[in-house]
């Protein structure tokens, strides 16, 4: 027994480190996924998704757009997100778009960042 404790060990530092860089790879490609995709916010109720896609197409090759609907309302919460195809596409798009009015209202536009965990019992 005590000649296969130190092959144990050595089964169970490995099958941790494959998970680590497992989980490290993800963390990096969904990292890399958030610097193509922008925060569109203060945007006009009237704003859908094809109409979103087709503004951003002018920065460059648009991969998704979506605008955010209230699950109640069914109506536009006024923001939405678009994925650019490259980081600098996404770049082009957020200092061309950045400030600049559509219907009267500015556009915000900013890279996304990961959504906040929600804790509705306020606890």
Not at 49 to 75: E, H, T, Y
């Amino acid at each position: 027994m005590c000649l296969l404790y130190p092959c144990l060990i050595h089964t169970w530092c490995r099958a941790l480190l494959y998970r680590v860089v497992r989980v490290g790879r993800l963390l990096i490609n969904f990292q890399n996924q958030m610097e193509k995709k922008l925060y569109v916010g203060n945007l006009p109720y009237s704003t859908t998704d094809a109409s979103l896609k087709d503004m951003f197409a002018a920065a460059g090759n648009v991969a998704a757009a979506s605008i955010i609907i209230d699950k109640f309302s069914k109506r536009s919460k006024g923001f939405g997100f678009v994925e650019m195809a490259t980081e600098e596409e996404a770049a082009k798009a957020k200092e061309m778009f950045n400030g600049s009015e559509v219907e009267g209202r500015k556009m915000i536009v900013d890279e996304a960042r990961p959504m906040k965990e929600n804790n509705f019992r306020g606890e």
